[in-house]
Nanobody, 126 residues
Framework: QVQLVESGGGLVQAGGSLRLACAASGLTFRSYTIGWFRQAPGKEREFVAAVRGNGGSTHYKDSVKGRFTISRENAKATAYLQMNSLKPEDTAVYYC???????????????????WGQGTQVTVSS
């Protein structure tokens, strides 16, 4: 069965960096778009970034552009989210998600992704 496992979360001071990883199994990784979402307490899950299967096309939430970078290594079936210049408002549980056939206009829609990881907590202190 398909499994997505996130890692790399933790506690960091404002201005610091973290690198999240999403390790996939049970699917042809290069055929899937990977998205990163986050959910803060009391808030809805929101889109952060996405990368297409070949890694050549990336998309970001406006508030993370220039600070976050999404990437992937298809040979390792792993996607990454490098987060720099972290702010307290970035505090959330971060999830990775995968979908084989998601269209461009749906990249930011959580309900359009077929598979999800369990999430990893990111806490940014001020």
């Amino acid at each position: 069965q398909v499994q997505l496992v996130e890692s790399g979360g933790g506690l960091v001071q404002a201005g610091g960096s973290l690198r999240l990883a999403c390790a996939a199994s049970g699917l042809t990784f290069r055929s899937y778009t990977i998205g990163w979402f986050r959910q803060a307490p009391g808030k809805e899950r929101e889109f952060v970034a996405a990368v297409r299967g070949n890694g050549g096309s990336t998309h970001y939430k406006d508030s993370v552009k220039g600070r976050f970078t999404i990437s992937r290594e298809n040979a390792k079936a792993t996607a990454y989210l490098q987060m720099n210049s972290l702010k307290p408002e970035d505090t959330a549980v971060y999830y990775c998600a995968a979908d084989r056939s998601i269209i461009l206009s749906s990249l930011g829609m959580a309900d359009q992704y077929d598979y999800w990881g369990q999430g990893t907590q990111v806490t940014v202190s001020s």
